[in-house]
Structure formats: structure tokens, C-alpha cells
């Protein structure tokens, strides 16, 4: 094998010492936040939580298990997300297959259409009419029917099944006796794990953060997820802090448990991701390379 010369050598460790700092600047904030979570309030408050938890306390995760909003929010943005991203994914393989299909006429116009609601769309207002027309106004279908179906997933899904799955595997099954559905339920899915759980990890983190959607349609507590329950603690400790506790021991005492509880929503609120990842990870890395050129 040929020596690496020293200017390989070189570059290696620039790379090296340039991704080690990318690497801290995207781990220290999560860092911190978990070591916040588990630290004195007043510590926190105070600049002296850097690296290591200062008077370790668990009171902000004992508020958040006993905070039934919060529990019922978590609860809440679970259902969305389980129910949202099973719509999502059934729709986006129902758009996508057809789509991938050379004997279907027609599918560049489709197509064309699909990619005109990337870059216009209705607005604000005439969505809010449609949905309330809709009936959907404070109920679990807001959160996962208008976003039911994203027209960049289709496109990905549609990539991949063009390149990655072989036409001819189609053409045979076809002729062998295969229906359309066969085809895609036992040759298309079977094959496509990969984008599968690509499309499963983009649209479980989107339902998991969403909140928006939440904030215009929902008004009934009951139905909140847990982002706006998280988005309501966090207000409420901006708000104590610009008043004058100094005299107020009450507010002073509730701006402690918000302090604590805001960031132990935040690592319960992203746990469940974090878990996912690690093994949906091989299947992401080979979903990013879907679209490039095969040698």
C-alpha cells in the first residue's frame, strides 16, 4: 500500500479537528439542557451550569410526571404522531407507486401539478375556512388530514422506486399473473425498507415538533400537544422574569419549578426521537444518497 504523504496527513487532521468542533457545537446545547434538567434552579439561573449538574435534584422531572397537562400533552403528541405518520406513509406509497410506473399516462402532468403546490398555495385563511367548513375544528383530525401527504417525500419515494427497484422485476411479476396491488405489496414494499423508514423518521420528527397547527385550530386544553404545553411554560417563564420578584417569594418560588420544568420537558419532549434514530440511522444514511448516480 502506498504511504500517505504528508500532505493526506494533513488534511486528515484539519478534517478531523473540524468535524470534533462541529461535533461539540451540536452536542453541548443538549448537553447543557440535560444537565440543567437535573441542576439547582437557582444554579442555572445564576451561569454556573457548564459542563456538570451543580446540587443535583430531580424536582423538575418529579413536577412534569405530576403535571397532568403536560402528561396529557406527551399522551397527546403520541397519538399525533403514531396516527399522523401512518396516514402519511400510506399515502405518500399510494402517490409514489403509480407515479414511479412507466405505463401510466399522464404522470408527468400529475406530477407537475404535485410540485405547483410546493410553491403556491392558498394562505393562511382560506385553509382555516376549509378546515372549519371541514368540521375539523378541535379535533385529533386537524393535526394529521391537512398535513397528510408532503409533495417532497413523494418525490423522494418515486426516485427511489424508479432506480432502486428494476422495472423489469415488475414486467415479470405482471406476467406471471400479478395484479397491480400484488406487485406493490409483494415485490415493491418487501424491497423498499430503506425509504420506508426514511419516510417514517422525516414524518414522525415533523408530527413529534409540530405545533403550529395546534395553535391555530385547537382551542380545547384536552387536545393540546405537548409542544404547546411546552411553548406555555416556557412563556410563563419569560414573563416572571421581567417582573419584580424581589419581594415576592410566591412568584419567586414559582419561577424555580418553571425554570426546572422547562428543561425537563424539554429531554422528556425529545427522548423519544433520540431513541428512534440510532436505529432507523443505517436506513437514513442510504435514503440521502436516493437520487445519485450509481457507477
Known amino acids: 500500500m502506498d504511504r500517505e504523504s504528508w500532505g493526506d496527513r494533513l488534511f486528515g487532521l484539519i478534517n478531523g479537528f473540524m468535524l470534533a468542533v462541529v461535533l461539540i457545537v451540536v452536542l453541548y446545547p443538549l448537553w447543557f439542557v440535560a444537565m ?8 442555572v439561573l445564576n451561569g454556573k451550569v457548564w459542563l456538570w449538574p451543580q446540587g443535583l435534584t430531580l424536582v423538575g422531572y418529579e413536577k412534569v410526571f405530576a403535571n397532568k397537562d403536560i402528561l396529557q400533552g406527551y399522551g397527546n403528541t403520541l397519538l399525533y404522531t403514531v396516527l399522523g405518520t401512518a396516514i402519511n406513509l400510506v ?20 406530477m407537475a401539478f404535485l410540485v405547483f403546490t410546493m410553491f403556491f398555495s392558498g394562505g393562511m385563511i382560506p385553509t382555516y375556512l376549509l378546515v372549519k367548513d371541514l368540521g375539523m375544528i378541535n379535533t385529533i383530525w386537524v393535526m394529521v388530514i391537512p398535513n397528510a401527504v408532503s409533495v417532497w417525500n413523494i418525490i423522494i419515494m418515486r426516485t427511489f422506486f ?18 397491480n396491488i400484488k406487485i406493490l405489496f409483494k415485490i415493491v414494499l418487501p424491497l423498499s425498507t430503506p425509504i420506508l423508514a426514511v419516510m417514517v423518521l422525516f414524518y414522525a420528527v415533523g408530527h413529534w415538533n409540530a405545533f403550529f397547527n395546534a395553535l391555530v385550530y385547537l382551542t380545547e386544553r384536552d387536545k393540546f400537544p405537548l409542544q404547546i404545553i411546552l411553548r406555555e411554560i416556557l412563556i410563563q417563564g419569560q ?22 420544568i422547562k428543561y425537563a420537558v424539554v429531554i422528556a419532549a425529545n427522548l423519544p426521537v433520540l431513541v428512534l434514530y440510532p436505529f432507523l440511522q443505517r436506513y437514513f444514511v442510504k435514503g440521502i444518497f436516493i437520487g445519485s448516480l450509481k457507477g
Not at 36 to 43: E, G, L, N, R, V
Request: net charge negative; hydrophobic share 40%.
Open 239 to 260: 414573563t416572571a422574569q421581567m417582573m419584580d420578584i424581589g419581594a415576592q417569594e410566591g412568584m419567586a418560588k414559582k419561577l424555580m419549578e418553571a425554570e426546572s
Open 36 to 43: 440543567a434538567s437535573i441542576s439547582d434552579p437557582m444554579a
Open 162 to 179: 424508479q432506480q432502486s427497484l428494476p422495472h423489469e422485476i415488475q414486467e415479470a411479476a405482471q406476467i406471471d399473473g400479478c395484479s
Open 91 to 110: 399515502m405518500t406509497v399510494l402517490a409514489a407507486y403509480p407515479l414511479s410506473r412507466r405505463d401510466l399516462y399522464g404522470r408527468n402532468s400529475v
